[in-house]
């Protein structure tokens, strides 16, 4: 580099070394002096910022504050303009907050200002400064009640509480919590969120039971005490949202009453979240297994530097002062400050007077402050700037921070450990790379709960102090399988003395809880089911546990567990043994359309066999009278296979192959639904359809407390025509007698009802019949979102699913198998055989009788055009040639037979001969055919092997000659066939 130099320099002549040195000078006086034009041009912005100085986040935030001004100018030293800040100290006060805003608009006239720490100094400044027009930079005030939408100069710099919503709702329904407890101070800050946190909570089906509010000044013993009355609570899933000061009070107190312990969950926001690492580490051990909310930024190379030279300055600052990394408010302050400086040299707006508004009212400060000139104008650069700060991308939407995404951290030893994070487009993920699964089925990296648990608690725990469930059972006379109270019954007075098929069940689905549910049953007597259902309802019981069917009314009231239970409503009747239906029953084992569809298939088979075999068969001749009723008789005979007609044509025959199968698996069914219907005739139920009773006004019976009767009413019964009934007992009584004689023709009931009923009156022939209503079984009942109602619901599933449930039904309902196979036999033999079940058939028989009728008709048409032509004339109308079409099809076409011999006559001595095994040879002697113009008669002779021969097909008489006498045969026709 030296002799670079000094090369360079030795080419410049040495005369020219005076200029040189000369020219060097006046280039460095003139950077120089082009540097001082541009500070004495450089036009300073006076902003205020108001914070907290003798706090701890206060000194923070001032130190990040100047940090940012610094970089910001040494980056950008060519803009024309420059802040210059005016620190005012709040000292944690409204009223001084208030006071420091007033002197900075009054006194300084700040073009804006920034802060102040929290939102309740927040609020008063922002109210002062909207008045003024002079913009509210904020980076620490989150309480959604300052909102830009109602006080337009207010630029919130970071995220609105409201933000952390939504992720911490996402977070309980990922755990399936369905109650949680919102525990907040008494302040706007801390009021803030609940509505928010209300919605957000409610859009995932969880309940808030209870909220805890904590006056920022509570003492220790007020803490414990509403800790305590916490303990009473089911619910163990607590959402915190207070200021750090109260925050690490509110944990101690936590710990030392022991609710940091197995079962709980505790979740806190933001203002907690940001400032973990920065508590003692005595607060750190009383937060183990906390759950903390805060907002993501990404750890880049920028933020690192800055965390490094942000300690460093810090200390410089506030000597013998610990200090920590900066946290995300320091970060938003960062950012806040560039913004403000982008915004004031986009706007070029300059220190300019406020306008003082005319009144004569001098009393107070706030009267004399005017309004900014530049305000508006230097918001609007505000709003509009964006650029990638140390907390990400800085954009303002409706004057608030563009949300962005919250990590997840639990509190493990004296570090917040990260777990998981939130976006809004991706939902909680264990990394922010939504590519990276996780193990977890939470979707989340394992998290320690406090009492050192790795598994999640299930949110809620019976009440610590004594109380039991108290559950209520139906006392009720009939069907004492279900649940039966042997006891004496006494109002709000608990019974050991229950069992039963629900109470075995119940008992076994919670003995599959994986923790203990201590209760005590309550019998109530039944007037009806609705009204123990409402006594639950009121809160009056915990529960009830019975033959509660699941209704679609009951359900907007209580909440019931999965069903344990076949649902369903059917009827019950006897079995008839009436035969007075005998006499046509031979008629029922098929419908009338199928009846109707038969007997046109017959009716149209023999029609067109009889169209193909008309012309050629002289079987098929005759009067039309006889025609007729061979077209019926010959298609009938078909049923029996008793069809003697000789067919002619190979398209009848292909037609009549067909058909005998079509016949055949018709009577095949035929036969075997009528031998079953003749079988169990006497097995009918008496009653198998709601409009037969309906229409004949029998009486029909319904258990006494049912819902079924409401089912019976919209039926259409009348009131009158139903009767209550109790027991089993009394179902076979009111059956016996009949709707005639003071009882009922049917019953109707609940299908483990019926299967009871059934179980112990089977051998007197009743019967389950008509069809079924659909119900949803039997359920145990709770209020409206117990969190005991989705534990017990699984554990009821798993006891239906197992072979316990087979046990229990067997001890308690019997064996009904027999009978209910039964009833299903009964009603599926009696049923009558349809048209569907055949239709196929008749779809390929009809085919192919149409398709033949076709062909033949083609052919005919085809043969026949010329004689056809000739047999019309142009002056015959229409009818006049069909009918001479008709009747020359209605002649007898001999033309169109193949004459075979089947037989032929012989003489004694030719039967003689033939045994002899000579050769004969006989000679036809016969006329001529009537195609012969000579009329001359002519002599063939044949030689007969065996006694057969073929003669010539048209003669009228021959002789025969076997060596001797000759015997003459006559014959008609124009072919020899014997």
């Given at each position: 580099?030296?002799?670079?130099?000094?090369?360079?320099?030795?080419?410049?002549?040495?005369?020219?070394?005076?200029?040189?040195?000369?020219?060097?000078a006046?280039?460095?006086s003139?950077?120089?002096?082009?540097?001082?034009?541009?500070?004495?041009?450089q036009?300073?912005?006076?902003?205020?910022?108001?914070?907290d100085?003798?706090?701890?986040?206060g000194?923070?935030?001032?130190?990040?504050?100047?940090?940012a001004?610094?970089?910001?100018?040494?980056?950008?030293?060519?803009?024309?303009?420059?802040?210059?800040?005016?620190?005012?100290?709040?000292?944690?006060d409204?009223?001084?907050?208030?006071?420091a805003?007033?002197d900075?608009?009054?006194?300084?006239?700040?073009?804006?200002?920034?802060?102040?720490?929290?939102?309740?100094?927040?609020?008063?400044?922002?109210?002062m400064?909207?008045?003024?027009?002079?913009?509210?930079?904020?980076?620490s005030?989150?309480?959604?009640?300052?909102?830009?939408?109602?006080?337009?100069?207010?630029?919130?710099a970071?995220?609105?509480?409201?933000?952390?919503?939504?992720?911490?709702?996402?977070f309980?329904?990922?755990f399936?919590?369905?109650?949680a407890?919102?525990?907040?101070?008494e302040?706007?800050?801390?009021?803030?969120?609940?509505?928010?946190l209300?919605?957000?909570?409610?859009?995932?089906?969880?309940?808030?039971?209870?909220?805890?509010?904590?006056?920022?000044?509570?003492?220790?013993?007020?803490?414990?005490s509403?800790?305590?009355?916490?303990?009473?609570?089911?619910?163990r899933?607590?959402?915190?949202?207070?200021?750090?000061?109260?925050?690490?009070?509110?944990?101690?107190?936590?710990?030392?009453?022991g609710?940091?312990?197995e079962?709980?969950?505790?979740?806190?926001?933001?203002?907690?979240?940001?400032?973990?690492?920065?508590?003692?580490?005595?607060?750190?051990?009383?937060?183990?297994?906390?759950v903390?909310?805060?907002p993501?930024?990404?750890?880049?190379?920028?933020?690192k530097?800055?965390?490094a030279?942000?300690?460093?300055q810090?200390?410089?600052?506030?000597?013998?002062?610990?200090?920590?990394?900066?946290n995300?408010?320091?970060?938003?302050?960062?950012?806040?400050?560039?913004?403000?400086?982008?915004?004031?040299?986009?706007?070029?707006?300059?220190?300019?007077?406020?306008?003082?508004?005319?009144?004569?009212?001098t009393?107070?400060?706030?009267?004399?402050?005017?309004?900014?000139?530049?305000?508006?104008?230097?918001?609007?650069?505000?709003?509009?700037?964006?650029?990638?700060?140390?907390?990400?991308?800085?954009?303002?939407?409706?004057?608030?921070?563009?949300?962005s995404?919250?990590?997840?951290?639990?509190?493990?030893?004296?570090?917040?450990?990260s777990?998981?994070?939130?976006?809004?487009?991706?939902?909680?993920?264990?990394?922010?790379?939504?590519?990276?699964?996780?193990?977890?089925?939470?979707?989340?990296?394992?998290?320690?709960?406090p009492?050192?648990?790795?598994?999640?608690?299930?949110?809620?725990?019976?009440?610590?102090?004594g109380?039991?469930?108290?559950?209520?059972?139906p006392?009720?006379v009939?069907?004492?399988?279900f649940?039966n109270?042997?006891?004496?019954?006494?109002?709000?007075?608990?019974t050991?003395?229950?069992?039963?098929?629900?109470?075995?069940?119940?008992?076994?689905?919670l003995?599959?809880?994986?923790?203990?549910?201590?209760?005590?049953?309550?019998?109530?007597?039944?007037?009806?089911?609705?009204?123990?259902?409402?006594?639950?309802?009121l809160?009056?019981?915990?529960?009830?546990?019975g033959?509660?069917t699941?209704?679609?009314?009951r359900t907007?009231y209580v909440?019931f567990?999965?069903?344990y239970?076949?649902?369903?409503v059917?009827?019950?009747?006897?079995?008839?043994?009436?035969?007075?239906?005998s006499?046509?029953?031979?008629?029922?084992p098929?419908?009338?359309?199928?009846?109707?569809?038969?007997m046109?298939?017959?009716v149209?088979?023999?029609?067109?066999?009889?169209?193909?075999e008309h012309?050629?068969?002289?079987?098929?001749?005759?009067?039309?009278w006889?025609?007729?009723?061979?077209?019926?008789?010959?298609?009938?005979?078909t049923?029996?296979f008793?069809h003697?007609?000789?067919l002619?044509?190979?398209?009848?025959r292909?037609?009549v192959?067909?058909?005998?199968?079509?016949?055949?698996?018709?009577?095949?069914?035929y036969?075997?639904s009528?031998?079953?219907?003749?079988t169990?005739?006497?097995?009918?139920?008496?009653?198998?359809?709601?409009?037969?009773?309906?229409?004949?006004?029998?009486?029909?019976?319904?258990q006494?407390?049912?819902?079924v009767?409401?089912?019976?009413?919209?039926?259409g019964?009348?009131?009158g025509?139903?009767?209550?009934?109790?027991?089993?007992?009394?179902?076979?009584?009111a059956?016996?007698?009949?709707?005639?004689?003071?009882?009922?023709?049917?019953i109707?009931?609940?299908?483990?009802?019926?299967k009871?009923?059934?179980?112990?009156?089977?051998?007197?022939?009743?019967v389950?019949?008509?069809?079924?209503?659909?119900?949803?079984?039997?359920?145990?009942?709770?209020p409206?979102g117990?969190?005991?109602?989705?534990?017990?619901?699984?554990?009821?599933?798993?006891?239906?699913?197992?072979?316990?449930?087979?046990?229990?039904?067997?001890?308690?309902?019997g064996?009904?198998?027999?009978?209910?196979?039964?009833?299903?036999?009964v009603?599926?033999?009696?049923?009558?055989?349809?048209?569907?079940?055949?239709?196929?058939?008749?779809?390929?028989?009809?085919?192919?009788?149409?398709?033949m009728?076709?062909?033949?008709?083609?052919?005919?048409?085809?043969?026949?055009?010329?004689?056809?032509?000739?047999?019309?004339?142009?002056?015959q109308?229409p009818?006049?040639?069909i009918?001479?079409?008709?009747?020359?099809?209605?002649q007898?076409?001999?033309?169109?037979?193949?004459?075979?011999?089947?037989?032929?006559?012989?003489?004694?001595?030719?039967q003689?001969?033939?045994?002899?095994?000579?050769?004969?040879?006989?000679?036809?002697?016969?006329?001529?055919?009537?195609?012969?113009?000579?009329?001359?008669?002519?002599e063939?002779s044949?030689?007969?092997?065996?006694?057969?021969?073929?003669?010539?097909?048209?003669?009228?008489s021959?002789?025969?000659?076997?060596g001797?006498?000759t015997?003459?045969?006559?014959l008609?026709?124009?072919?020899?066939?014997g």
């Amino acid at each position: 580099m030296e002799s670079a130099k000094h090369k360079h320099l030795a080419c410049i002549p040495s005369s020219l070394f005076p200029h040189f040195f000369f020219l060097f000078a006046l280039l460095i006086s003139r950077q120089f002096s082009v540097a001082n034009a541009q500070n004495a041009t450089q036009r300073t912005v006076r902003v205020g910022v108001v914070l907290d100085l003798g706090s701890m986040a206060g000194k923070r935030s001032k130190t990040s504050i100047s940090m940012a001004l610094e970089d910001f100018y040494t980056i950008n030293g060519n803009f024309s303009t420059k802040i210059e800040f005016e620190f005012r100290d709040s000292m944690n006060d409204v009223v001084s907050a208030a006071s420091a805003a007033v002197d900075l608009l009054k006194n300084s006239q700040v073009e804006a200002i920034m802060g102040p720490l929290t939102s309740t100094e927040t609020e008063f400044v922002a109210y002062m400064c909207n008045r003024s027009e002079v913009p509210l930079l904020s980076f620490s005030a989150t309480s959604p009640a300052i909102s830009p939408s109602h006080l337009p100069f207010f630029v919130r710099a970071n995220l609105n509480d409201s933000s952390q919503s939504i992720p911490i709702a996402a977070f309980i329904q990922n755990f399936g919590w369905r109650e949680a407890v919102p525990i907040y101070e008494e302040s706007e800050y801390g009021s803030g969120i609940i509505p928010s946190l209300t919605d957000a909570l409610l859009s995932v089906d969880t309940k808030i039971p209870y909220r805890l509010v904590i006056p920022t000044e509570a003492t220790d013993d007020r803490i414990d005490s509403e800790l305590y009355h916490l303990m009473t609570l089911q619910t163990r899933v607590f959402v915190v949202h207070m200021l750090p000061a109260l925050a690490s009070r509110f944990f101690q107190r936590v710990q030392v009453v022991g609710m940091m312990s197995e079962g709980y969950v505790w979740i806190v926001t933001d203002s907690v979240g940001d400032v973990l690492e920065t508590f003692d580490p005595y607060i750190q051990n009383s937060m183990e297994g906390v759950v903390a909310f805060r907002p993501y930024f990404d750890l880049s190379d920028k933020v690192k530097s800055f965390n490094a030279r942000f300690r460093e300055q810090f200390r410089q600052d506030n000597p013998g002062t610990e200090v920590a990394d900066p946290n995300i408010y320091q970060l938003w302050a960062y950012d806040a400050v560039w913004a403000m400086a982008m915004a004031v040299e986009n706007s070029k707006v300059t220190n300019s007077t406020f306008v003082i508004p005319s009144s004569n009212d001098t009393t107070s400060d706030l009267s004399s402050i005017g309004v900014s000139e530049t305000g508006p104008i230097l918001l609007s650069a505000i709003l509009g700037t964006t650029f990638g700060g140390l907390a990400g991308n800085f954009s303002l939407v409706d004057g608030q921070l563009e949300l962005s995404a919250f990590e997840i951290v639990n509190v493990v030893g004296k570090s917040a450990r990260s777990v998981g994070f939130w976006t809004p487009d991706k939902g909680i993920t264990p990394e922010m790379d939504s590519n990276k699964g996780s193990n977890n089925a939470n979707n989340l990296k394992s998290i320690i709960w406090p009492g050192d648990l790795t598994m999640a608690p299930k949110g809620w725990i019976l009440p610590t102090n004594g109380k039991v469930l108290r559950i209520a059972v139906p006392a009720k006379v009939g069907f004492s399988v279900f649940v039966n109270v042997s006891g004496p019954v006494k109002k709000n007075v608990p019974t050991s003395e229950v069992t039963g098929y629900c109470i075995d069940i119940f008992n076994a689905a919670l003995s599959k809880l994986p923790y203990a549910v201590p209760y005590e049953f309550y019998p109530l007597d039944v007037n009806s089911y609705n009204d123990l259902v409402y006594q639950v309802y009121l809160k009056n019981y915990d529960a009830l546990v019975g033959d509660v069917t699941i209704r679609a009314n009951r359900t907007n009231y209580v909440d019931f567990t999965m069903p344990y239970t076949e649902s369903g409503v059917s009827m019950i009747v006897p079995l008839s043994s009436d035969s007075s239906q005998s006499m046509w029953i031979f008629l029922q084992p098929l419908t009338r359309e199928l009846w109707l569809t038969s007997m046109a298939f017959f009716v149209f088979t023999g029609f067109v066999v009889w169209v193909i075999e008309h012309r050629i068969n002289k079987e098929f001749r005759g009067t039309p009278w006889q025609q007729f009723g061979l077209i019926y008789y010959f298609a009938f005979s078909t049923l029996v296979f008793a069809h003697k007609e000789k067919l002619e044509s190979n398209l009848s025959r292909f037609l009549v192959i067909i058909w005998v199968f079509v016949v055949l698996i018709l009577t095949s069914s035929y036969t075997a639904s009528l031998t079953s219907m003749l079988t169990v005739q006497q097995l009918q139920p008496s009653v198998t359809d709601v409009n037969q009773l309906l229409k004949q006004g029998d009486y029909v019976g319904y258990q006494d407390g049912s819902f079924v009767k409401d089912l019976l009413l919209k039926l259409g019964f009348e009131d009158g025509k139903l009767k209550n009934l109790s027991t089993a007992d009394d179902y076979a009584d009111a059956l016996a007698k009949g709707s005639a004689n003071g009882g009922v023709a049917a019953i109707f009931d609940e299908i483990p009802y019926v299967k009871v009923f059934l179980s112990q009156y089977c051998s007197n022939n009743y019967v389950m019949a008509g069809p079924t209503y659909k119900t949803d079984g039997f359920g145990f009942v709770f209020p409206r979102g117990a969190p005991l109602l989705q534990d017990l619901s699984r554990a009821v599933l798993s006891v239906t699913e197992g072979d316990e449930m087979t046990l229990i039904e067997r001890k308690w309902l019997g064996d009904s198998d027999t009978c209910t196979s039964s009833s299903t036999s009964v009603s599926s033999s009696s049923s009558s055989l349809g048209f569907r079940s055949f239709a196929g058939l008749f779809i390929i028989t009809g085919s192919v009788s149409g398709l033949m009728l076709l062909i033949y008709i083609g052919m005919f048409l085809y043969k026949e055009r010329e004689t056809l032509k000739n047999l019309t004339t142009i002056d015959q109308t229409p009818w006049e040639k069909i009918q001479a079409w008709f009747q020359h099809y209605d002649q007898f076409d001999q033309k169109l037979k193949s004459p075979t011999f089947k037989e032929y006559v012989r003489s004694p001595r030719s039967q003689e001969g033939s045994r002899d095994g000579a050769v004969r040879q006989t000679r036809f002697v016969g006329s001529s055919s009537p195609g012969n113009s000579s009329n001359q008669l002519s002599e063939t002779s044949f030689d007969f092997a065996q006694g057969e021969a073929t003669p010539p097909p048209e003669i009228e008489s021959c002789s025969i000659s076997n060596g001797g006498p000759t015997e003459e045969i006559e014959l008609t026709g124009h072919s020899l066939e014997g």
